[in-house]
């Protein structure tokens, strides 16, 4: 590359132009090129226009008015579009951005201490992010304005949170129609919806035959405006599928195909019911089961594999695999997993799992998935080196009771075995309660394993707290010897 050395080259620099460069980008050219899921098993790029994030980042200041005196919580990652919010909303209005640790945005006492401390105003996160934050809450958070999107919304959450926020808005809205689309105001005491469109999008609810379906009659919730995806980075096919010329519109309008069943209501809020296709929501992630799928054929011995959500532990859901092996492979479901797991996110990786001789097919031909989720499925057995101190057998105990295993290991990860987020805040729940302490979540998080939350522990409190544990039990009467080793 060329070089210019600005404290030597005088004359060269003198020879430049002194004023501003042209600026070579205009509205239609690319703001960003951010990657979701595919339905085929290959990720797509969505292509977001200047003019699209402009336009709603204007439209939303309506919903979320910023100045010089507010705070905003930055928890989500860059690969996330709704980070995009996070970051332009507050510099094109003068108010401070607090980037967040990831690893404090799981934890409730680092949170709490940092919007105390950071004065934080607005903040914004999925449904499972603020389960996490205000499970177990004795006092809730603080935050005056709460955004809450990526999701359903349940009721009893947004009424949790309405008691840690002055307002509580639920958003609604795909990478493809530009972060949020749609918005509501929670008001206590009622169903959470999708709301209204926001000024830049327009809202369709289409039958099977492309008309706009009747309020409160169900069909596909399709978004239209200015705040619509240039398409598909490279996906002229797909593009043309999922984006559709607006037949309510002007010329050149366009309907982009979403895929979520809601019916219009005749107060004119839309609300949700849920996916028309095999898109599942876990956790606040959307995650298309044929990219599991797509993962889990590249596995060594695996011809092929069909992943559903089902009931999980703690009743949270969670994806199940149903594998049928080539001829000359017998599959290893415990080796499948640990090579799904170089290949995918955590959260992606199945909890649940089954080998089949075949799959069952329906009179079509087409695998009858229905009949698959009659399937029995097995978790993972944990193994390894067992529990040697006192600490290590109590998390063992803990541990078998909420993962529902017979045995794991001191080394197992907690996330591996099936684990997630909010298991694991019952989990030290749990643990502080017998122990008498108020361990961080965020160390947790840092020693996903037997071994490492133990060693920390009795590193950080010595054995104080269990010998008054054990004495507690003496004391009730309670025998103890089948789950923790007292000495």
């Known amino acids: 590359a060329e070089t210019l050395s600005l404290d030597g080259e005088w004359e060269q620099v003198a020879g430049c132009a002194s004023g501003n460069p042209a600026p070579l980008a205009g509205p239609d050219h690319l703001a960003y090129c951010i990657y979701t899921s595919g339905s085929t098993g290959a990720p797509k790029g969505v292509e977001i226009s200047r003019s699209a994030l402009n336009g709603y980042l204007q439209a939303s200041h309506t919903l979320v008015p910023l100045d010089a005196g507010d705070a905003w919580a930055a928890v989500t990652p860059l690969t996330f579009d709704i980070s995009a919010f996070e970051i332009f909303q507050p510099l094109l209005r003068g108010a401070r951005i607090v980037v967040v640790p990831s690893l404090a945005a799981r934890d409730r006492s680092e949170m709490d201490a940092l919007i105390r401390r950071e004065g934080v105003t607005v903040m914004q996160a999925t449904p499972a992010g603020w389960q996490l934050l205000t499970a177990n809450d004795v006092s809730p958070l603080r935050v005056p304005r709460i955004l809450v999107g990526g999701d359903a919304l349940g009721r009893e959450l947004a009424e949790r949170l309405l008691r840690s926020g002055e307002e509580v808005w639920n958003l609604y809205g795909p990478t493809e129609a530009t972060i949020w689309a749609c918005a509501n105001r929670i008001l206590s005491g009622e169903e959470p919806t999708l709301g209204r469109p926001l000024p830049n999008s327009t809202i369709a609810i289409l039958d099977s035959e492309g008309g706009l379906a009747p309020c409160g009659i169900a069909g596909e919730i399709c978004i239209g405006g200015a705040g619509l995806a240039r398409g598909y980075l490279n996906r002229p096919a797909l593009t043309a599928e999922k984006f559709i010329p607006d037949p309510f519109g002007g010329t050149g309008a366009r309907l982009y195909r979403t895929g979520d069943l809601g019916v219009m209501r005749r107060d004119g809020q839309i609300a949700f019911l849920g996916r028309m296709d095999h898109q599942v929501k876990l956790r606040g992630y959307r995650i298309e089961l044929g990219e599991v799928e797509h993962a889990l054929r590249q596995c060594a011995g695996v011809q092929a594999a069909v992943v559903m959500a089902s009931e999980g532990l703690a009743g949270e859901k969670e994806l199940a695999a149903y594998l049928v ?153 309670q025998d103890s010897s089948d789950h923790l080793t007292t000495t």
């Open 325 to 477: 092996g080539e001829p000359s492979a017998a599959l290893d479901a415990q080796a499948i997993s640990r090579e799904a797991h170089s290949l995918l996110p955590a959260y992606m990786v199945p909890g649940a799992w089954a080998v089949l001789d075949r799959f069952p097919l329906n009179s079509n031909g087409k695998i009858d998935r229905r009949a698959l989720a009659g399937v029995e499925t097995v978790r993972l057995a944990g193994g390894g080196e067992t529990a040697s101190t006192p600490y290590e057998e109590l998390f063992t105990w803990v541990w078998c009771e909420l993962l529902e295993r017979e045995a794991v290991g001191i080394h197992d990860d907690f996330f591996a075995l099936g684990g997630h987020s909010l298991l694991l805040t019952r989990v030290m729940a749990k643990a502080n309660a017998m122990l008498g302490l108020s361990i961080s979540l965020l160390l947790a998080f840092r020693f996903p394993t037997i071994a490492g939350i133990a060693g920390e522990v009795e590193r950080l409190h010595g054995t104080a707290p269990l010998q008054q544990l054990y004495g507690e039990l003496e004391r009730i009467g």
